[in-house]
C-alpha cells in the first residue's frame, strides 16, 4: 500500500472557470490536503474478525472481475496441459493370495490366525523387490530391451503397481505405459511369474510351518500345565470360589460409608455456619441465650424489666433537670437499685444455680422480641445439632476405617486370579490351535500346497486414463476459483477502503443515518427547477359538511418532490433528494427524548462530499417544513455559497472578527422557503483561534437558545488534523461524519472516532456517500416506480 501521508497530491482541487477552487464534480470539498500519519496497517487489523458469508458476498461482488480472471488464468493453463500431454494406458489383473473363509482347511491358516494372518505391506515389498523381478525383467527384454528394473520401480513415475484392494485378500496389479500392446506383454508374464513364485513359496513354507509347530508344542505343553496348578493353589490359599464378587459386594458397601460420611460432613459445615452466623447476630453464647429464652417467658420478670425501664426514663428527664444531690434523684437512683436486686433474684430463681451464672447482664439479654426469641431458638438448635452431627462424623469415620481394612486385601487377591485365568485361557488356545496344525499339516506334507489363483486375466484399458480432460478442466475451474477467492480475500485485506454500506455497518459500532446515492453531473442548489410548469388542473371541488374546498386552488407543490400531468399521477422524487429527505428523518428520529436542533457535519479527509450533503440536507429539512440556518464553519476552504448560489461577502468570520451582528450576515435563500444561510466570509490567518473563542460559543448558545430555527446545521472542515469541528461540536448535540464509499480509508475513520470520543462528544452517526445505486434500497425505489409506470 502507497505511502499515503508522503503523496500531496491525492486529493487535487477542482478550479472552475473564474480560476475559483471549488469541489469536484460530486460536489466533494476542494482541499489540497495531505490525511495525518497514522500506522499503516491493513484492513485485517482494523476488523480483526473473521468473514460471515454477506461480508463473503460483498467481497466477490465487488472483486468478480480479479475472481474471473485468476478462475479464467488457471483453468487455461490446466487446459493447454492436458491437451498437450501424451495419452498414457493401464493394464490389471487380480490375484487371490489366500484361502477364502469357507473353504480354510489349510494348517497354514491357522498359524497365520495366530500371528495376526498375512501381512500384505511386507508382501507387496517382496513381489516388488530384485529378488522377484529381476528373473521376469530378463525375460521381458527379449521384446523390450529398454525395460529395466529401475524404469518399472520408480519413485515419481510407478510404472509397475501392487496393492491391496480394500480390507480384502486380493491382491491388484497394474502397469501403465504409452504402448497397450507393451502393458499386455508385460502383465502377462508378470501374472504367469507370480503364480510360480507363490507354488515355490508355499511348499517352503509348509515345511517351515510344521518345524516350527513341533519346536513351540513343549513349551506351550509346559506353560498350561504350570498355570493350572498355579490357579489350584491359589483357590486352596484363600479359601476361594468368586473372588470378583466378594470384592465387589464390599465395594459397595464402602461407597454406601463414604456417601454417608460426606453428607454428615456437609450438614455439619452447613450446621457450624448458621451456627457462627447466628452468634454474631445475637452476640450471646449458647448458655446465654437458653437463659433469655427462659427469662423471656416469665411475666414477673418481664414486669419487673418495664418498672426498671420507666424507672430510668423517668431518672433520665430528672436529671435534666436536677442535680444529682437532690432528693428526687436519690429517690429515683434508690428505686432503680432495689429493681435490680429484685431482677437478679428473679433470674436466679427462674435459671438455676447451672445458668445464673452465664447472665451477667440480665435486662439486655430479655428482650420480650418474637424476631430474638426465633433466633434464640434456632441457635440453641445449632449448637446442639453440631454436638449430634460430630458423634456421627466420628462414628462413620471408624467404620469406615475398619472396612477399609477388611477389603484392603480383596482387590489384590481378584486382579492376581483375574491375571491367572487369563493367561491360562491364552495358554489353553494356543496349545489347541498348534495341536491342529501340527495334524493338518502332517497330511499336507505330502500333497501339493494351494498356490495363488488369478481371479481377473491382464486386461487392458480402451481408453486413455491420462490426461482426462473433462475431470482435469473441472479440477482446475475450482482451483481457479478457489485461488480468486483466495486473491480476492488477499485484494481486500490489503484494500484500505469501504466499498459498501454494508461493509460499513459491519465495521463500526454506529448507526448508517442515510445512504448517498452516486449523482452525476450534481449542480449547485440554485441551478435547480424550483416551480412546477403550471398546467391547469380540472379538480372536482370537495364538499366537507357546509364548507366547499376548490382542489383547483389549492397550494402547489415543490417541483423536486412531485410531477404531476395528464398522464402521470405518481411520486416522481429522484433516489438523490430522497435520500436526503430519509437522512433528515432519520436525524430527527435520534431525538426522540430530546430534540436535535444543531449539529456538526464534518469527515475524516476532503473530498467526501461533506458541503455537499450540508447543503442538500438543510434543502431537504427546508422542504420538509423545518425552518434551518447553515452555518458554514470552514473558514480554511468554504464551499456552502458555492453550492447555495450566495455571495459570500460577510459571514461568520466577520461576526467573530468585526463584531457583525449574526442577524446581518443569516442570508435567506430565495429559491428554497425556510432556508437561511451563514457563509464563511472572509478567510482568517487562524480560524481555529476565532472559532474556540468565547464570541462563538456566546454565538451558539444565542443561537441555540433561540426558537427561530428547528436546525442548525454547522459544517467544519475533516476532523484529522483540524481542531474545528470538535471545537465546535462540544456545543452542539454531536457530530456526524461522512463516509465516501471507495476513498474513505478503515483506519483513518477508525482514528477519527476514536478522536472525537476522546473529546467526550456524541457521534450522531454516519452517512455513506457515493453509494452504488445497485444497492438494495435504491433497486426497491427503482422497481417500485418502474412498476408504477408500467401501470
Not at 114 to 132: A, K, M, N, R
Not at 213 to 228: A, I, T
Not at 438 to 450: D, T, Y
Not at 593 to 621: M, N, W, Y
Request: aromatic fraction near 6%; glycine fraction near 4%; hydrophobic fraction near 35%.
Amino acid at each position: 500500500m502507497p505511502d499515503r501521508s508522503s503523496d500531496r497530491s491525492a486529493y487535487p482541487p477542482v478550479i472552475n472557470g473564474n480560476g475559483n477552487r471549488i469541489g469536484d464534480k460530486n460536489g466533494n470539498d476542494g482541499y489540497l490536503y495531505s490525511p495525518p500519519v497514522v500506522n499503516q496497517v491493513v484492513s485485517s487489523e482494523v476488523d480483526g474478525d473473521g468473514l460471515d458469508l454477506r461480508q463473503l458476498a460483498s467481497i466477490v461482488k465487488h472483486r468478480l472481475r480479479l475472481i474471473g480472471a485468476v478462475a479464467f488464468g488457471v483453468t487455461t493453463a490446466v487446459a493447454l496441459i492436458t491437451y498437450n500431454q501424451e495419452p498414457l494406458y493401464q493394464g490389471k489383473f487380480q490375484l487371490l493370495v489366500e484361502p477364502l473363509a469357507e473353504e480354510q482347511e489349510d494348517p497354514l491358516s491357522l498359524l497365520q490366525q495366530d500371528f495376526g494372518g498375512l501381512d500384505y505391506d511386507s508382501q507387496i515389498e517382496v513381489l516388488q523387490s530384485p529378488h522377484v523381478l529381476d528373473p521376469i525383467v530378463e525375460n521381458l527384454q527379449s521384446k523390450y530391451p529398454e525395460l529395466e528394473y529401475k524404469e518399472l520401480i520408480k519413485p515419481k513415475k510407478q510404472p509397475l503397481r501392487i496393492k491391496q484392494v480394500d480390507q480384502t485378500k486380493i491382491l491388484e496389479v497394474s502397469y501403465v505405459d504409452e504402448d497397450p500392446q507393451k502393458i499386455q506383454y508385460v502383465l502377462d508374464n508378470l501374472s504367469e511369474a507370480y503364480l510360480r513364485y507363490s507354488l515355490e513359496e508355499r511348499r517352503v513354507e509348509v515345511k517351515q510351518g510344521l518345524d516350527f509347530v513341533e519346536s513351540q508344542l513343549p513349551e506351550v505343553r509346559n506353560r498350561v500345565d504350570d498355570l493350572q496348578g498355579r490357579v489350584q493353589k491359589f483357590r486352596q490359599q484363600y479359601n476361594l470360589l468368586n473372588p470378583e464378587k466378594q470384592a465387589e459386594i464390599l465395594a459397595n458397601k464402602q461407597v454406601d460409608f463414604e456417601q454417608n460420611y460426606f453428607a454428615t460432613q456437609s450438614e455439619l459445615k452447613e450446621t457450624r455456619s448458621l451456627y457462627a452466623l447466628l452468634q454474631k447476630q445475637l452476640g450471646l453464647q449458647p448458655q446465654q441465650a437458653l437463659a433469655a429464652s427462659y427469662l423471656s417467658e416469665s411475666p414477673r420478670y418481664q414486669n419487673l424489666l418495664n418498672e426498671l425501664q420507666k424507672v430510668e426514663v423517668e431518672l433520665a428527664q430528672e436529671s435534666a433537670r436536677f442535680l444529682p444531690s437532690n432528693p428526687i434523684v436519690q429517690n429515683l437512683e434508690e428505686k432503680k437499685n432495689k429493681l435490680l436486686i429484685l431482677l437478679q433474684q428473679e433470674a436466679g430463681g427462674i435459671l438455676g444455680d447451672n445458668l445464673a451464672n452465664s447472665v451477667e447482664n440480665t435486662p439486655n439479654l430479655t428482650s420480650p422480641s418474637s424476631l430474638r426469641l426465633e433466633l434464640n431458638q434456632q441457635y440453641i438448635q445449632a449448637a446442639n445439632k453440631i454436638e449430634i452431627l460430630e458423634i456421627r462424623q466420628q462414628a462413620l469415620g471408624e467404620a469406615m476405617s475398619q472396612l477399609e481394612d477388611l477389603t484392603k486385601q480383596m482387590p489384590i487377591i481378584a486382579r492376581q486370579y483375574t491375571d491367572l485365568k487369563r493367561e491360562l485361557t491364552v495358554a489353553t488356545e494356543s496349545l489347541t490351535r498348534f495341536l491342529t496344525a501340527q495334524e493338518e499339516l502332517q497330511l499336507k506334507g505330502a500333497q501339493q500346497a494351494l498356490p495363488w489363483q488369478t481371479i481377473a486375466q491382464p486386461i487392458v484399458t480402451e481408453r486413455p486414463i491420462s490426461p482426462n480432460p473433462p475431470r482435469n478442466l473441472a479440477l482446475g475451474l475450482v482451483s481457479g476459483v478457489l485461488l480468486g477467492l483466495g486473491a480476492a480475500l488477499l485484494a481486500e485485506r490489503l484494500d484500505p477502503v469501504f466499498h459498501s454500506s454494508e461493509e460499513l455497518k459491519e465495521s463500526i459500532n454506529l448507526p448508517i443515518l442515510g445512504l448517498i446515492p452516486v449523482q452525476k453531473d450534481l449542480k449547485p442548489l440554485d441551478e435547480l427547477e424550483t416551480s412546477p410548469k403550471k398546467e391547469k388542473l380540472n379538480l372536482p371541488q370537495l364538499q366537507i359538511g357546509n364548507t366547499t374546498l376548490n382542489l383547483n386552488n389549492s397550494p402547489k407543490p415543490e417541483s423536486t418532490s412531485t410531477t404531476i400531468n395528464s398522464k402521470q399521477k405518481w411520486y416522481g422524487a429522484s433516489p438523490f433528494l430522497e435520500a436526503f429527505r430519509s437522512l433528515n428523518t432519520n436525524i430527527k428520529l435520534l431525538g426522540s427524548d430530546t430534540s436535535i436542533r444543531s449539529f456538526v457535519i464534518s469527515s475524516s479527509i476532503p473530498s467526501e462530499g461533506k458541503s455537499t450533503i450540508s447543503c442538500h440536507l438543510a434543502q431537504a429539512a427546508a422542504a420538509m417544513g423545518q425552518k434551518v440556518l447553515l452555518i458554514d464553519a470552514d473558514l480554511r476552504r468554504p464551499q456552502v455559497h458555492r453550492w447555495i448560489g450566495v455571495e459570500n461577502e460577510e459571514g461568520l468570520s466577520n461576526v467573530l472578527a468585526t463584531g457583525l451582528d449574526i442577524e446581518e450576515a443569516i442570508v435567506k435563500v430565495p429559491q428554497w422557503e425556510n432556508l437561511s444561510v451563514v457563509t464563511a466570509g472572509d478567510i482568517p490567518p487562524d480560524p481555529t483561534r476565532l472559532l474556540a473563542s468565547q464570541k462563538m460559543h456566546t454565538l451558539m448558545e444565542r443561537l441555540k437558545s433561540s426558537r427561530k430555527y428547528d436546525l442548525i446545521i454547522y459544517d467544519t472542515p475533516p476532523i484529522l488534523g483540524f481542531a474545528d469541528g470538535r471545537i465546535l461540536s462540544t456545543r452542539t448535540n454531536g457530530v456526524v461524519l461522512v463516509v465516501r464509499i471507495g476513498k474513505t480509508d478503515r483506519s483513518l475513520l477508525k482514528q477519527n472516532i476514536d478522536n472525537i470520543r476522546m473529546s467526550n462528544v456524541p457521534v450522531l452517526g454516519v452517512i455513506a456517500n457515493q453509494v452504488n445505486r445497485s444497492s438494495n434500497s435504491y433497486h426497491y425505489y427503482s422497481h417500485y416506480y418502474s412498476e408504477a409506470e408500467r401501470k
